[in-house]
Structures are given as C-alpha cells and as structure tokens.
C-alpha cells in the first residue's frame, strides 16, 4: 500500500486524500487546526464550486450539502460609476453550490479519520518536510497561502496577468428578504473599489448570504484595520458600499452576521509556482492548489481550482500505479492542471482585468443577447472553453454582431 502525506486540511488536500482513501492508500493528513477548531474559527475565503469541478465531489459522496444550500442558477454582472452602463444576468446550464468552509472542512476532516486516515494536528516547516519526504511514496502540500508556499519559486515563464496584490474583504450575513440576487451570483464593477460579489451559501448556522468586496490592494481597502471586531468589520464593508455602490447598501444595510467569526480579511498576489521542491536530503514535494495557483478571488475560481487540482492529482496517482513519483510524474501531473487552470492566471485574467475595448463592448452587448450573456457566465464553470472565444478579440467581436452564433 502507497503512503501518502498531505499538508493542509482545505478543499484541495481533503478532496484528495478522501478519494485515495476510497482507493485504498495509506494517507496522513498534517493540518493546524481539528474540526473543532475549523468548526468554531475564523470565516476564510470565500468559496463556490460550479457544476464541472463539482464532478469528484458527486463520484465520491462528498456532497453533503446539495439539499441544505440553495442552488445558484444565476449570475448577474452590473456595472457603476463612469463606467459604461450594462445590467444582465446569465443563466448557468448547471448549478453552482457554495458551502463555508468552517462547515465542509470540519466535516471532510472527521470523516477522512473515520475512514482509516491519520490526522497529525501540527503545523509543518521545510525541515519537517526534509525528513518526512523520506517516509512517504509521494508528500503533497496544499496548505493555501502558508509560509510553506514560499518553498515553491514563482515561475516566470508563466503567462501571468500580472496583476498588483489583491485585498478581499469577506463577511457571512443573514439573508436579506428582498435581495434581488437571492439565489444568483451578484457582480457589481465599480471604479476605485473593484468589485462587490455576493451569493448563497450554507454557513455554521444554515442558509445565509457571501458578500465580498475585492480590489487592488492599494485602493479602497488599503487602509483596512488588522484588529477591529467581527461587526466594525462588517460596518466598514457597509460604509464602503454606501460610498461606492449605494443601491446595493440600501440592499445590505441591516444586514447581520451570521456568527461571531463570520467574517475574514484576505491579501493574495495572483501567480503561478514551479510544482516541485527537492529537499536536501533528495526527497520530492510537490505543491498543490493555491499554493502554487493563486488567482483573484473576483475570478471566483479559487474553489474551482482546488476541486479540480485534487481531481487531476488523484487520476495521476491511480494512472502511477506503482512507478516511482518523481519529477516526471511531477511534471506531467501539474501540465493537466494547468490546462485547465492555467486560463484564469493568464489571458483571460489579464482580459477580465485590463477591460479592452472589446471585452467592454461584449458586456454592453449581452444586455441584449442573452445567448452570449449566458455562454460567458457559463465559461466560469468551463474555462477552457470560455478561452477559446473570449480570448479572441476577432471571434468576440463576430458574437457581437450575430456573425456567429453566441450558443
């Protein structure tokens, strides 16, 4: 029987250390915090899988939660400010689910040990991951944006969006009666802040509402507090919204949160690491999730990425049989995740940041096409499908016009 370490208890590294575990590994999961600690922490980032990456899920019974959050069918992208003016929303072929993490992980993670997986709660550094490469066939960290992440190099033979850091303010709330976005997904773009995103979840006291607020770092949330309570967190992102996008504050303006801890401040740096580190004493490890992927929580590919990082990963492992995993495999491994990742770090990232012309004038356009309103937000759930259209400033452009069909 192949040993398996993982490093890091989030979506990535339970997904996969749950479906080795239902292929008969022997897998250990070191993570910092037991289900007790997941249940009863601090909110993380926000999280919604749609239909695609949810495959693996299905497949191997991980989807507890289908029945208890709402299904999300829309997705709707407004625009504010001097911006031009476009309010539509398409319709997804299939739905998306969105769960707090502090509800899936803590359940994932008392499952994994009732199904014969060790759990070593403790936190992990390079030089334990020196010795323990050594004890394992294959040591995986998915650890999010730990110190560990610094192990792995940027890669900068990556097409990168190169985009500044991003600051992502996150809180869990009640929902509110007559919010028009109750079981869609609500983008709202506007200058000076980034962008407002909201949607249904199912949170540690069941149906609620995600709101988030995202944008570069050094902007409008550049000068948020690092030690202000859970509700003058909440009452900041309100003060905000008030200032940027006043209709969406009438919306949100009694809003409640949902738990004391049910709110999270994030700052990422969207790139790309090299998937592999050789210790000194020889051993392989190799990075999975955003560890080595990081993109802009306003892309909301972060769940995505995951799921399907553990999904690939896993194939991998089965199709080694009982070959050595070495850089080869490595390598190979992390090429396939990047053929569906890889989309969202590169074109279509710089695309959805930068707004050409074009990609402006598509999203005037769809306030009157709701086939191409549709076939874009559909792209979310299918990024390299999305890139074979949207990156394409000339086929857009045909869409566009009715010169080819948008669907």
Not at 82 to 104: C, H, I, N
Not at 127 to 142: E, G, I, Y
Not at 342 to 359: E, R, S
Request: with cysteine; net charge negative; glycine share 8%.
């Amino acid at each position: 029987m192949r040993r398996v370490l993982i490093v890091g208890g989030g979506q990535s590294g339970l997904q996969l250390a749950l479906s080795l575990v239902a292929h008969d590994y022997d897998v250990t999961i070191m993570t910092v915090h037991d289900p007790d600690e997941l249940h009863e922490g601090r909110a993380v980032a926000p999280q919604l899988l749609y239909d695609e990456p949810r495959r693996a899920e299905r497949k191997y019974g991980l989807n507890f939660w289908d029945d208890e959050t709402r299904a999300v069918t829309d997705f709707r992208i407004s625009s504010s400010g001097e911006m031009p003016q476009f309010d539509w929303t398409g319709r997804l072929d299939a739905p998306a689910y969105s769960v707090d993490e502090r509800v899936k992980m803590s359940t994932w993670l008392d499952l994994f040990e009732a199904q014969g997986g060790k759990v070593i709660i403790h936190g992990a550094t390079g030089s334990d991951l020196d010795h323990l490469s050594k004890m394992f066939d294959l040591t995986v960290v998915a650890a999010g944006h730990s110190g560990l992440a610094d192990m792995f190099p940027v890669d900068t033979t990556r097409v990168l969006a190169r985009m500044a850091p991003v600051a992502t303010a996150v809180a869990y709330v009640e929902e509110v009666g007559d919010d028009p976005d109750l079981e869609g997904i609500g983008v709202d773009l506007t200058p000076g802040l980034g962008h407002m995103i909201s949607w249904p979840t199912y949170s540690v006291s069941g149906r609620c509402r995600l709101v988030f607020l995202t944008g570069p770092a050094d902007a409008a949330l550049a000068d948020w507090p690092q030690r202000i309570s859970p509700q003058e967190h909440l009452d900041r992102m309100l003060g905000l919204m008030r200032e940027y996008l006043p209709h969406r504050y009438e919306t949100y303006r009694k809003a409640s949160l949902v738990d004391s801890q049910a709110v999270a401040l994030d700052r990422a740096n969207p790139l790309v690491r090299q998937p592999m580190v050789r210790m000194p004493s020889g051993g392989i490890v190799m990075g999975m999730g955003d560890t080595v992927v990081v993109t802009s929580p306003a892309l909301q590919q972060d769940g995505n990425n995951a799921s399907k990082a553990a999904e690939i990963y896993l194939n991998s492992i089965l199709e080694q049989g009982d070959a050595p995993f070495d850089e080869e495999f490595v390598s190979r491994t992390f090429e396939r995740y990047m053929a569906y990742a890889g989309h969202f770090t590169g074109d279509i990232a710089w695309l959805l940041h930068y707004t050409p012309a074009y990609v402006i004038e598509m999203c005037v356009a769809a306030d009157t096409n709701q086939a191409l309103a549709d076939r874009f937000v559909n792209g979310f759930n299918d990024p390299p499908e999305l890139a074979t259209w949207f990156t394409d400033e000339a086929t857009t452009r045909a869409m566009i016009k009715g010169e080819l069909p948008a669907r």
